[in-house]
C-alpha cells in the first residue's frame, strides 16, 4: 500500500480538521476527529491557563469572536466545501475544533468565576439555545458554540443543587474517559469475531465496562497518585525555599 505522507503528517500533527481531503485517510478507529479537540485545548489551555484567571471573561469573549469569524469564513472559504455535501460542510466548517473551543472556556469560566445567576434566567437560556434551536439555526451560519451557552446554563442550574450521585453513577463517571477512549477497537473487534447484533451489542458494553475499570484501577489512578505526589512535593520543596529566603 501506498503510503500518503502529505496525509500522515496532517494526521500526526492533529491538523486533519483544517484539509478535508486528507482526513479520512488514517482514520481506522474513527476517533482523531475527537482527540484533536481535546489535544488543541489542551495546548491553548496551556498558553492562556496564567492570563485566564484575570481575565476569564474577557478571554472568553476572544475565542467566542475567533469562532464566529471562522463560522462566516468558512461558510464561504473553507477548502472545497463548495463541492461537499451539506453534512460534510456542516462536520468540517461547524464541528470545526476552532468552533468547540468556548465549550471548553465556558467550563472554565464557571470554574474560576463560580458565577451565581438566576435560576428563571438560566432555564431561559437553555431552552432557546438548546430545545428551540432547531428554530432559529436555520437563519443564519450556526456557531456551534451558542447551544454551549445553554450547556453552561444547565450546568449552573445544577450545581448547585445538593444530591448525592448513585454508586452506579459515581462508577460509571470514574471510568468514563477510559470507556471513551476504547470502546470503539471492542466494538469492532466483537463485531467482526460475532454476526448476532443484539449479542455485539451485550458483549461489547460488558467487555468495554471492564476494561475501562482495569484502565481506571491500573493506569489512571497510579499515575493521578503519582501527579498529586509530585505537585505536593513541589509545593512544600517552595514554601521550605521562601522559609529560607
Same mark, same amino acid.
Given at each position: 500500500?501506498?503510503?500518503?505522507?502529505?496525509?500522515?503528517?496532517?494526521?500526526? &500533527?492533529?491538523?486533519?480538521?483544517?484539509?478535508?481531503?486528507?482526513?479520512? #485517510?488514517?482514520?481506522?478507529?474513527?476517533?482523531?476527529? &475527537?482527540?484533536? $479537540?481535546?489535544?488543541?485545548?489542551?495546548?491553548? =489551555?496551556?498558553?492562556?491557563?496564567?492570563? @485566564? #484567571?484575570?481575565?476569564? =471573561?474577557?478571554?472568553?469573549?476572544?475565542?467566542?469572536?475567533?469562532?464566529?469569524?471562522? $463560522?462566516?469564513?468558512?461558510?464561504?472559504?473553507?477548502?472545497?466545501?463548495?463541492?461537499?455535501?451539506?453534512?460534510?460542510?456542516?462536520?468540517?466548517?461547524?464541528?470545526?475544533?476552532?468552533?468547540?473551543?468556548?465549550? @471548553?472556556?465556558?467550563?472554565?469560566?464557571?470554574?474560576?468565576?463560580?458565577?451565581?445567576?438566576?435560576?428563571? !434566567?438560566?432555564?431561559?437560556? @437553555?431552552?432557546?439555545?438548546?430545545?428551540?434551536?432547531?428554530?432559529?439555526?436555520?437563519?443564519?451560519?450556526?456557531?456551534?458554540?451558542?447551544? !454551549?451557552? !445553554?450547556?453552561?446554563?444547565?450546568?449552573?442550574?445544577?450545581?448547585?443543587?445538593?444530591?448525592?450521585? #448513585?454508586?452506579?453513577?459515581?462508577?460509571?463517571?470514574?471510568?468514563?474517559?477510559?470507556?471513551?477512549?476504547?470502546?470503539?477497537?471492542?466494538?469492532?473487534?466483537?463485531?467482526?469475531?460475532?454476526?448476532?447484533?443484539?449479542?455485539?451489542?451485550?458483549?461489547?458494553?460488558?467487555? &468495554?465496562? !471492564? @476494561?475501562?475499570?482495569?484502565?481506571?484501577?491500573?493506569?489512571?489512578?497510579?499515575?493521578?497518585?503519582?501527579?498529586?505526589?509530585?505537585?505536593?512535593?513541589?509545593?512544600?520543596?517552595?514554601?521550605?525555599?521562601?522559609?529560607?529566603?
Amino acid at each position: 500500500m501506498d503510503i500518503d505522507f502529505k496525509a500522515l503528517l496532517i494526521h500526526l &500533527t492533529f491538523l486533519q480538521h483544517l484539509f478535508p481531503g486528507q482526513y479520512f #485517510k488514517y482514520d481506522s478507529l474513527h476517533v482523531s476527529w &475527537t482527540l484533536t $479537540i481535546e489535544l488543541v485545548w489542551y495546548f491553548v =489551555a496551556f498558553l492562556c491557563a496564567a492570563r @485566564f #484567571k484575570k481575565h476569564p =471573561a474577557g478571554i472568553t469573549l476572544l475565542f467566542m469572536m475567533f469562532s464566529y469569524v471562522w $463560522i462566516f469564513w468558512g461558510s464561504s472559504y473553507f477548502p472545497s466545501q463548495a463541492t461537499m455535501e451539506p453534512g460534510l460542510k456542516y462536520f468540517f466548517v461547524n464541528n470545526n475544533f476552532i468552533n468547540q473551543l468556548p465549550f @471548553f472556556f465556558f467550563g472554565a469560566y464557571i470554574a474560576v468565576k463560580n458565577p451565581r445567576f438566576d435560576k428563571a !434566567g438560566l432555564a431561559c437560556i @437553555f431552552l432557546v439555545t438548546v430545545v428551540l434551536s432547531s428554530a432559529w439555526k436555520v437563519h443564519f451560519p450556526d456557531p456551534i458554540f451558542i447551544t !454551549g451557552f !445553554g450547556i453552561a446554563a444547565l450546568f449552573l442550574i445544577l450545581k448547585d443543587m445538593e444530591y448525592i450521585n #448513585k454508586k452506579y453513577v459515581v462508577f460509571l463517571s470514574e471510568i468514563s474517559y477510559s470507556f471513551y477512549l476504547i470502546h470503539f477497537p471492542i466494538i469492532t473487534i466483537v463485531s467482526e469475531k460475532i454476526e448476532n447484533d443484539t449479542l455485539v451489542v451485550i458483549i461489547s458494553i460488558a467487555a &468495554t465496562l !471492564g @476494561f475501562s475499570y482495569l484502565s481506571y484501577r491500573w493506569i489512571e489512578q497510579p499515575f493521578m497518585r503519582m501527579a498529586k505526589r509530585k505537585s505536593e512535593i513541589s509545593m512544600l520543596k517552595g514554601k521550605a525555599a521562601d522559609s529560607i529566603a
